[in-house]
């Protein structure tokens, strides 16, 4: 047997092998107490305490996505979740027949009506069970939650005399495709609070085709309607569900506050969908859009505010908008734009994490004179393009107004504009920016840019009437229309050529 021996303290020869070491750097580490007399004086406690709550302020403020810190960037509202409901109902329960034959809009109206009642109580879930439930237009509560079990779809029914008249927007003045009321949308809700429409992925169909293919053949006297419409409301998300077919816009939340739109799948013919717009923030405030898949037949995002001199007397503008991690296909028009009807203001947004594929455009700023207003304070970065005929798009004749009253001398403002980190292949025009006398676009930035292009020709970065920068290399070779910056930040070569106009339309 051989037997193991643990040396115990006190054995001299362990206690010497041990502690040895640490008294010979006794004498190395005096320094150790000079500096805990230095930080004894009352002043350096005073200056080092100050320098741990400047440094854990920075490691508090740090953002997790970007590495950057957010002490030096915009950042939107802190938003609580949403309290679960105290009470639930089941739309079967109020005589819904999801058949999808029978029209349910009575049902729909009376659980409404029963949450409408519960609203100091903290308001009450409306549960729509797996099936088709068949309903003209209804309107939503506040302190209201509108659960979207999976197999669940709620079917617009197509027949326009069911879908109520509406005025104008008052910051449009117009009803978009027609003077005079338009149609509401299919489920719609104003001046609300804490309105909460979610689920199991279930569905929201409009049934679009019978109004897209009135409109093609000009069967229709009013505008279209949207599949789901907030107005004038306030803390709003909308997540887990899917919208599809809508006759007109599909998601469009309207002079409203403080909005999450989180986890949509949004649907509808890439070709003859006209105007199916994804999601349309219009003179919207504190926003965020996230984590979507959008594939529409007009543009996948378009940030509005109002049209020419109508959104100029309501001045209500979009601000404070954060769109990221989307997956975004647009044939007809493009991925994410800003306007055209922008003539309230537009600022302060951020389009970060997007993937446009298959699209005819990525992201577009589009105006005209009469619109005026402004944009200004929009940052794009991580961008990719992937097979798109135009990736970058601004443009300032988009001249379409809602009548002959408009001022032609009403000129937007379009500054402060940065696109970095922005990557892709199979791009026809990676840039195509075309200011105009009356309407030079001021300020804008590129950095980081490799954009793969398909035609290899001269006029691939197009520039008109554009001031601004390219810091570092990029991808294709900028215009000369901008000034070029090392990596540093140290002026290489400034441009001559603010002005210059490069613009070609054949490719």
Same mark, same amino acid.
């Given at each position: 047997m051989v037997e193991t021996l643990t040396p115990t303290p006190s054995s001299s020869s362990w206690w010497r092998r041990c502690?040895?070491?640490?008294?010979?750097?006794?004498?190395h580490r005096r320094w150790t107490s000079t500096i805990t007399n230095f930080l004894s004086t009352h002043k350096t406690f005073l200056i080092a305490l100050w320098l741990a709550f400047f440094f854990t302020l920075f490691y508090w403020q740090r953002d997790a996505a970007t590495g950057g810190l957010l002490l030096f960037r915009r950042t939107l509202p802190t938003r609580s979740l949403p309290k679960l409901r105290p009470v639930s109902f089941n739309l079967s329960d109020f005589g819904a027949v999801g058949?999808?034959?029978?029209v349910n809009t009575a049902?729909?109206?009376r659980a409404v009506r029963a949450i409408s009642r519960l609203g100091k109580k903290g308001g009450g879930q409306l549960n729509v069970p797996p099936g088709y439930w068949l309903t003209a237009p209804f309107n939503l509560t506040s302190h209201m939650t509108l659960f979207l079990d999976e197999g669940a779809v709620?079917?617009?029914?197509?027949?326009? =005399?069911?879908w109520p008249l509406m005025p104008p927007l008052p910051s449009y003045g117009y009803g978009r495709e027609h003077r005079g009321p338009r149609y509401g949308s299919l489920i719609h809700g104003q001046h609300l609070k804490d309105v909460v429409i979610t689920g199991h992925n279930g569905t929201i169909n409009g049934q679009g085709q019978t109004w897209w293919t009135k409109y093609r053949q000009k069967l229709l006297n009013h505008t279209r309607g949207p599949l789901v419409q907030i107005m004038w409301s306030r803390d709003i998300l909308i997540s887990n569900i899917t919208l599809r077919d809508s006759p007109f816009w599909t998601l469009h939340p309207y002079d409203c506050k403080n909005v999450t739109i989180r986890n949509l799948t949004i649907l509808a013919p890439i070709f003859e969908a006209p105007n199916t717009d994804g999601i349309d923030p219009d003179s919207c405030e504190d926003m965020v859009i996230e984590d979507c898949y959008i594939s529409v037949?007009?543009?996948?995002?378009?940030? =509005?505010?109002?049209w020419d001199q109508y959104g100029i007397a309501y001045r209500q503008p979009s601000v404070n908008i954060?769109?990221?991690?989307l997956v975004i296909r647009s044939m007809v028009s493009a991925g994410v734009s800003i306007g055209s009807e922008m003539s309230g203001g537009v600022s302060n947004v951020t389009v970060e994490n997007v993937l446009i594929w298959s699209s005819r455009r990525a992201v577009r700023i589009k105006t005209a004179p009469g619109r005026g207003g402004y944009v200004r304070n929009i940052i794009y970065r991580n961008l990719t393009f992937d097979n798109v005929r135009v990736g970058i798009v601004i443009k300032t004749d988009y001249n379409e107004h809602p009548d002959a009253a408009f001022d032609p001398k009403a000129f937007p403002i379009l500054e402060d504009i940065s696109?970095?980190?922005?990557?892709?292949?199979?791009?026809?025009?990676?840039?195509?920016?075309?200011?105009?006398e009356e309407i030079p676009v001021r300020n804008v930035t590129f950095w980081d840019m490799s954009v793969g292009i398909t035609y290899k020709k001269k006029h691939i970065f197009q520039c008109a009437f554009v001031e601004g920068r390219v810091i570092g290399t990029i991808f294709p070779a900028p215009c000369e229309n901008l000034d070029l910056y090392d990596e540093q930040g140290h002026l290489i070569k400034k441009s001559?050529?603010?002005?210059?106009?490069?613009?070609d339309y054949d490719f």
């Open positions: 502690w040895a070491p640490f008294i010979h750097n006794y004498h058949d999808g034959v029978t049902a729909f109206e709620i079917l617009g029914i197509n027949d326009e =005399k069911y037949g007009d543009d996948g995002i378009a940030i =509005k505010s109002g954060l769109i990221r991690n696109y970095s980190s922005i990557h892709g292949e199979g791009v026809r025009v990676p840039v195509r920016i075309q200011g105009s001559t050529s603010q002005n210059a106009s490069d613009i």
